[in-house]
């Protein structure tokens, strides 16, 4: 039996796990954590019999300790309760399905209680990968990739040596608004930028796909996971999304993982260490595809990757304060506040005036992550 706990639930990677743990009798679900949606984690609790479920919001969790009363499951609240889950002694792995780096510091603490960690919340390693890629190491625990280019690039590594790496080809779909140029965005409504052509995703991570500031992200994400150079990391637009991503090796050979767009694959991967279960589903059908397609992303107009890069060459820092200002920035083109665009402005804004701090700890990373916070709601 492998047990688990799930930050992050109720979400889109959150609830395609419990979908993998529905469908494998060896999997055990033990924890689940959640913001604030407690009509679903009520149904989940019941569903799976957690021992533990954790909210963000105190008030939350106080309104669903009552509701679920008649359960086994004790109710946490708060940050407290989103450590108290990732360290919980029942479970093996957790999967960090939270979003935004509210998450660093549960899967800090995961580690350190010897969980493996199965991935999908990239912010975390993106602003503090040169704090958990060696915490992972000394306390003997794998960080296992759910993100789907990742997740390719690991399984195409398998049985592979690193020194054998020429480069990772991380594939790109471009966004709803390939073929752009920066006048057509001008109007983007919040709607436009929630349709993913191929992917059905959580909102912030979408508007991450359109901008191309999730690409970044996931270049940032690659060099902590696999040890490589910036600039052996290539990102590639393959629209029809069939190609999760690719590593070339020394003698020009290319192994690249395909299969048609679905989470659940990454995710149980992820779980089972990198080994591979039965999964239903689609079925890839190449003559039925037709094609596949292959172009470099438009660097002037979706200046999310560009900056992402700058960020992440500048390192230190600099990562945190581009996820930061991204963080802020989405929430407010959510709310209708600021205009598609602004979000690289307040991304370049933020970046400019920061002066890097180099292997920021844990306490200044999410400090400075406030401040970014304060300093774009005061201007915006
Ligand atoms: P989502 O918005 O659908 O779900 C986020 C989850 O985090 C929810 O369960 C929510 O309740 C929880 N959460 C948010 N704030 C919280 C708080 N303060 N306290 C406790 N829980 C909180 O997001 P998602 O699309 O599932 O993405 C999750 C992570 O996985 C992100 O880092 C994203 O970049 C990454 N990811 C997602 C996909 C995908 O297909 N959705 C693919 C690759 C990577
Ligand atoms: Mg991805």
Redesign the pocket.
């Known amino acids: 039996m492998i047990k688990i706990a799930i ?8 609830t395609q796990t419990l979908d993998i743990v529905r469908k494998n009798k060896d999997l055990e679900v033990v924890g689940i ?5 407690i009509a679903m984690l009520e149904e989940q609790i019941r569903e799976f019999h957690p021992r533990l479920a ?3 919001d105190e008030e939350k969790a106080a309104e669903l300790r009552v509701r679920v009363k008649d359960t086994d499951c004790k109710v946490a609240g708060g940050m407290d309760g ?1 450590l108290e889950l990732a360290a919980m002694k029942e479970s093996q792995i957790l999967v960090t ?4 780096m ?2 660093i510091r549960p899967t800090i603490e995961g580690m350190k209680a010897g969980k493996d960690i199965a991935l ?4 975390t390693l993106v602003t503090a990968g040169h704090i958990i890629m060696p915490l992972a190491k000394e306390y003997g625990v794998r960080i296992l990739p ?3 280019e990742h997740s390719a690039i690991f399984q195409a590594l398998n049985g592979e040596e690193h020194k054998t790496i020429d480069k990772l080809l991380i594939t790109a779909s471009g966004g709803p608004f390939r073929g752009k140029k920066t006048k057509d965005l001008e109007h983007i409504q919040v709607e436009d930028a929630l349709k993913h052509p191929n ?1 059905a ?5 979408t508007i ?1 796909s359109a901008t191309l500031v ?1 690409k970044g ?1 996931e270049v940032m994400e690659a060099k902590w996971l696999f040890g490589m150079d910036l600039n052996q990391i290539q990102v590639v637009v393959q629209p029809q999304s069939v190609i999760h991503s690719m590593v070339q090796f020394t003698d020009g050979s290319i192994i690249a993982q395909l299969g048609t767009p679905d ?1 659940r694959l990454p995710i149980q991967y992820a779980i089972y260490g990198g080994t591979r279960r039965y999964l239903d589903g689609e079925r890839l059908d190449f003559a039925k595809l037709g094609s596949i397609t292959f172009e470099n992303p438009d660097m002037e107009t979706f200046r999310g990757l560009p900056l992402a890069m700058e960020a992440a060459r500048a390192g230190g820092s600099m990562p945190t304060v581009f996820n930061a200002a991204n963080e802020k920035a989405v929430a407010l083109f959510l709310q209708r506040k600021i205009r598609f665009l602004d979000i690289y402005t307040i991304i370049e804004d933020a970046m400019e005036r920061h002066e890097v701090v180099s292997n920021p700890t844990v306490e200044e990373i999410l400090k400075i992550e406030q401040e970014i916070y304060k300093r774009i709601e005061s201007r915006w």
């Open positions: 930050l992050g639930s109720t979400g889109s990677i959150g954590a959640a913001g604030s949606n954790a909210v963000g989103l399905a939270i979003v935004g509210i998450g999908a919340n990239k912010e759910v993100d789907s992917w995703m959580g909102q912030k991570i991450d999730n992200l989470m």
